[in-house]
């Protein structure tokens, strides 16, 4: 799904018909969104957001490093890679963070469950801005907490 399909979907939804949210508002919601769901799915262990690397002694973390999957010996100071044992490399795997979109993006998950997510989670966010009262919180959440149950049962 592209992002301005995203922003149209929003505004829909949010009955904006005085294009109230801008789309730099609505990308912002969106991608703050897409971290936040990215984060949860980390925490329930999602294979679609592993990625693999050998990392030296010294080396930067990849771009999007969010943490690693599993107990690996290396420790990680200021973005620098650090070795805890005497080998040269250290194949890992990792949690990556999708990298922030622009108006002409895709969104980042390939199910489209997930996509709609993080609409739903963007609505929220700019409609927490104004302070509305927003009934669906609860049920946002849960049909969060149910898609990863499912995604990883």
């Known amino acids: 799904m592209q992002v301005t399909e995203a922003i149209n979907r929003m505004r829909a939804s949010m009955h904006d018909i005085s294009n109230e949210y801008d789309d730099a508002a609505c990308i912002f919601a969106l991608n703050t969104a897409v971290h936040d769901l990215t984060a949860l799915l980390a925490a329930a262990h999602y294979p679609d957001l592993i990625e693999e690397k050998d990392l030296a002694e010294g080396d930067m973390v990849p771009d999007g490093f969010f943490r690693t999957c599993g107990l690996y010996p290396i420790r990680i100071t200021g973005g620098t890679v650090h070795l805890l044992t005497d080998a ?17 993006s895709s969104l980042p998950f390939r199910l489209s469950i997930l996509n709609s ?20 919180d609860s049920s946002i959440q849960s049909e969060i907490a149910q898609a990863l149950q499912a995604g990883v049962g």
């Open 117 to 136: 997510l993080a609409i739903k989670i963007a609505i929220k966010i700019l409609l927490n801005e104004n302070e509305f009262d927003i009934s669906q």
């Open 88 to 104: 040269e490399k250290a194949h890992i795997r990792y949690y990556k963070m999708p990298a922030d979109m622009a108006r002409t």
